[in-house]
């Protein structure tokens, strides 16, 4: 069958769809998202112990009840979150039941140890026991707090507070010492290698004062951390021209996928390459390594299209079909969608599409797809998406209708993964709100500082487009 004209599965009608059609919502595409939360978000009480923390993954090929997985992480946490808080504001679950199980999370969080702040990044799911050894081998674990878990921690905790106002003490209490400054390293004129004005991947606070930090900044703009920079600059722990000085691409000369084109400008009073990149004639702004969910995982919750329609909003949709047609056009997988996810054969590593990051040797496609990027892709090409949706669960049977979409697909092999992973299910949940409520988890990211410090960069920015 020629996936460049896909055709929908039998159970919706076997019309087909051309790549490219403009975006229809109908009743019976709404009905199928209800129906796929509702699937998604049993994985995640499945992935929840009694506890209250969502664990990293379950097994979901045998016939028993499936066990979450020992270890957790501040990610995993904050994709429960606010997958509950969905839950609840759908209907999916009850307000008092919403209420109850947020309350008996938070409640689990404020039990982890932390360090300057934070939340260390892997913690027995079923006790709060900080792990110091992995689970499946034994090897040893060093305690790490890392800036971008912990932003997904934070993200979840505030949609928390939202949703559910008795927490907001609780909440505000937790976050009182999340301090983004302690991640900064501030901006030095004289040397900006050395003082980059970025954040760290994070810290071993095994050591005196900070602890020791990782040998790397978060320097490209379009990835995953900048949810804890958005962070950091609305609740003023970050400055705001820390934004200015994330890179849109290396500078001109550097090693990197391809030789930006673009111009210098002054934001703010700062010097910004405003770089971009092309692929299949589109420009655009790439991510780190050409994943999915580095560029579009921060857009489910903080409205980046909305208030930056001419850049962030274009850069999106183009990253879009550039994975649409690599998978299509370039590669003839016949399915799309390539992100970080379950390995089907076993294990996890970095699925993308090369040209679209600026690493060198970037994340590769390898026939993988993943669910996950589908969902995230909704806002942009919703047809294509639910299409792909569709013919991933027809022709390999990757949707259980009791936990969802299975993980990941290899589409060369038709080897599908047997597991979940929360993190993945956390933002198809996220999305799959967004598309049946609009606005439902983004209100704590749209007042206060994101308003008022937040979105004014946003409107500024003008990428080279």
Same mark, same amino acid.
């Given at each position: 069958?020629?996936?460049?004209?896909?055709?929908?599965?039998?159970?919706?009608?076997?019309?087909?769809?051309? %790549? #490219?059609?403009?975006?229809?919502? +109908?009743?019976?595409?709404?009905?199928?998202?209800?129906?796929?939360?509702?699937?998604?978000?049993? /994985? @995640?009480?499945?992935?929840?112990?009694?506890?209250? &923390?969502?664990?990293?993954? @379950?097994?979901?090929?045998?016939?028993? +009840? *499936?066990?979450?997985?020992?270890?957790? /992480?501040?990610?995993? @946490?904050?994709?429960?979150?606010?997958?509950?808080?969905?839950?609840?504001?759908?209907?999916? @679950?009850?307000? #008092?039941?919403?209420?109850?199980?947020?309350?008996?999370?938070?409640?689990?969080?404020?039990?982890?140890?932390?360090?300057?702040?934070?939340?260390?990044?892997?913690?027995?799911?079923?006790?709060?026991?900080?792990?110091? +050894?992995?689970?499946? +081998?034994?090897?040893?674990?060093?305690?790490?707090?890392?800036?971008?878990?912990?932003?997904?921690?934070?993200?979840?905790?505030?949609?928390?507070?939202?949703?559910?106002?008795?927490?907001?003490?609780?909440?505000?209490?937790?976050?009182?010492?999340?301090?983004?400054?302690?991640?900064?390293?501030?901006?030095?004129?004289?040397?900006?290698?050395?003082?980059?004005? !970025?954040?760290?991947?994070?810290?071993?606070?095994?050591?005196?004062?900070?602890?020791?930090?990782? #040998?790397?900044?978060?320097?490209?703009?379009?990835?995953?951390?900048?949810?804890?920079?958005?962070?950091?600059?609305?609740?003023?722990?970050?400055?705001?021209?820390?934004?200015?000085?994330?890179?849109?691409?290396?500078?001109?000369?550097?090693?990197?996928?391809?030789?930006?084109?673009?111009?210098?400008?002054?934001?703010?009073?700062?010097?910004?390459?405003?770089?971009?990149?092309?692929?299949?004639?589109?420009?655009?702004?790439?991510?780190?390594?050409?994943?999915?969910?580095?560029?579009?995982?921060?857009?489910?919750?903080? *409205?980046?299209?909305?208030?930056?329609?001419?850049?962030?909003?274009?850069?999106?949709?183009?990253?879009?079909?550039?994975?649409?047609?690599?998978?299509?056009?370039?590669?003839?997988?016949?399915?799309?969608?390539? /992100?970080?996810?379950?390995?089907?054969?076993?294990?996890?590593?970095?699925?993308?599409?090369?040209?679209?990051?600026?690493?060198?040797?970037?994340?590769?496609?390898?026939?993988?797809?993943?669910?996950?990027?589908?969902?995230?892709?909704? *806002?942009?090409?919703?047809?294509?998406?639910?299409?792909?949706?569709?013919? %991933?669960?027809?022709?390999?049977?990757?949707?259980?209708?009791?936990?969802?979409?299975?993980?990941?697909?290899?589409?060369?092999?038709?080897?599908?993964?047997?597991?979940? &992973?929360?993190?993945?299910?956390?933002?198809?949940?996220?999305?799959?709100?967004? !598309?049946?409520?609009?606005?439902?988890?983004?209100?704590?990211?749209?007042?206060?500082?994101?308003?008022?410090?937040?979105?004014?960069?946003?409107?500024?920015?003008?990428?080279?487009?």
């Amino acid at each position: 069958m020629d996936r460049r004209t896909f055709l929908m599965a039998a159970g919706a009608g076997g019309a087909a769809l051309t %790549l #490219g059609a403009a975006p229809s919502a +109908t009743a019976a595409d709404t009905a199928l998202l209800r129906t796929w939360f509702r699937a998604t978000y049993r /994985s @995640i009480e499945a992935m929840t112990t009694g506890f209250g &923390l969502t664990a990293d993954k @379950i097994d979901v090929s045998g016939s028993g +009840t *499936p066990v979450p997985s020992v270890q957790t /992480s501040p990610t995993n @946490i904050g994709c429960g979150l606010w997958a509950t808080a969905a839950a609840g504001g759908l209907g999916v @679950i009850t307000r #008092g039941e919403m209420e109850r199980r947020l309350t008996r999370t938070v409640a689990a969080v404020e039990r982890l140890e932390r360090a300057h702040g934070f939340w260390f990044n892997w913690y027995d799911a079923h006790d709060g026991a900080v792990l110091t +050894t992995w689970p499946a +081998t034994g090897d040893p674990v060093r305690p790490f707090l890392s800036s971008v878990d912990n932003a997904w921690l934070v993200t979840g905790l505030r949609i928390a507070a939202d949703a559910a106002p008795a927490l907001r003490p609780r909440v505000a209490e937790l976050l009182a010492d999340a301090d983004w400054s302690y991640y900064y390293t501030p901006y030095d004129p004289a040397d900006p290698v050395a003082g980059p004005g !970025q954040l760290r991947g994070g810290f071993w606070p095994d050591k005196p004062g900070k602890g020791e930090p990782t #040998g790397h900044h978060y320097g490209a703009l379009n990835t995953e951390p900048r949810m804890a920079s958005y962070l950091g600059i609305a609740d003023g722990s970050l400055p705001a021209d820390h934004y200015w000085h994330l890179l849109r691409t290396l500078l001109p000369g550097s090693g990197q996928e391809q030789e930006p084109a673009g111009s210098y400008v002054a934001m703010d009073g700062i010097r910004v390459w405003q770089g971009h990149y092309t692929y299949r004639g589109r420009d655009y702004v790439p991510t780190w390594g050409g994943s999915m969910f580095e560029a579009l995982m921060v857009p489910l919750f903080v *409205p980046e299209p909305e208030w930056s329609p001419r850049s962030w909003g274009l850069t999106h949709s183009r990253y879009v079909r550039g994975q649409i047609e690599h998978g299509l056009d370039e590669k003839e997988y016949g399915y799309w969608g390539f /992100s970080p996810a379950n390995i089907p054969e076993g294990g996890y590593r970095e699925y993308g599409v090369d040209a679209l990051g600026m690493q060198e040797d970037g994340y590769h496609s390898l026939g993988v797809v993943t669910p996950h990027a589908s969902f995230l892709a909704l *806002p942009y090409a919703r047809r294509e998406a639910l299409t792909n949706l569709r013919a %991933l669960a027809a022709d390999f049977g990757a949707y259980d209708e009791t936990y969802g979409f299975r993980d990941s697909v290899n589409v060369t092999t038709g080897r599908v993964s047997d597991f979940v &992973l929360a993190l993945d299910q956390g933002m198809i949940a996220a999305a799959l709100a967004q !598309q049946l409520r609009p606005g439902l988890l983004q209100r704590p990211f749209r007042t206060g500082g994101f308003a008022a410090r937040v979105r004014p960069l946003l409107e500024k920015e003008r990428f080279s487009l």
